[in-house]
């Protein structure tokens, strides 16, 4: 992983990215071990000089604790690092953790400061998602079959992109939209 890591920032530094989208898997396991924590803090830390680098948005994936990723999150924004760890948060409010603006270079000390700062674009940040939180049981009589069960999971996630694009849409209608997802 380090080499892996230290060819990415090198990469991110000729390339000028702006923006880096991790979209799960930041662990290989749930409980990671310390060193391998220390990895990928020590690479997202090595980013943070990286001038041209602004933003970093990380959704949680099938590997990671999603649980864990939540209480990185508060300490992370501190450096423009969004996560959103957990699925747990779909309610009324969810598209504030999971439709994440991205400003411009220009404005990266604007936006915290200014809300009415235009975003240039939004990401859609979807972590992993277990088919129970969609409202699906395997063993729901009301789907049926396997091929049942996928079709429904199917039609969820397609419902779910679709409500985070009409919300981006709606509060941010000038900015791109990019969708992620850990599937």
């Not at 923006?19 to 220390?38: E, H, M, T």
């Not at 277990?130 to 397609?158: H, M, P, T, V, W």
Request: with cysteine.
């Amino acid at each position: 992983h380090r080499r892996l890591f230290h060819w990415l920032c090198d990469e991110i530094k000729k390339q000028e990215i702006h923006v880096l989208l991790i979209s799960g898997d930041l662990f290989d396991k749930a409980q990671p071990r310390p060193d391998a924590q220390r990895v990928v803090f020590d690479f997202l830390a090595k980013l943070q000089n990286v001038d041209h680098l602004q933003q970093i948005v990380i959704t949680a994936g099938n590997h990671d604790s999603a649980s864990q990723m939540e209480a990185y999150k508060r300490l992370f924004s501190k450096f423009d690092i969004h996560i959103v760890g957990a699925d747990s948060n779909i309610n009324e409010d969810w598209y504030k953790d999971w439709v994440v603006p991205l400003y411009h270079p220009s404005q990266k000390s604007e936006h915290h400061n200014d809300v009415k700062a235009e975003p240039c674009a939004v990401v859609s940040a979807v972590p992993f998602v277990l088919e129970y939180r969609l409202g699906l049981r395997q063993y729901n009589s009301d789907i049926g079959s396997q091929n049942d069960l996928e079709n429904a999971f199917k039609k969820a996630i397609r419902k779910l992109y679709k409500d985070l694009a009409d919300v981006a849409q709606s509060n941010y209608p000038n900015a791109k939209l990019i969708a992620m997802g850990h599937l």
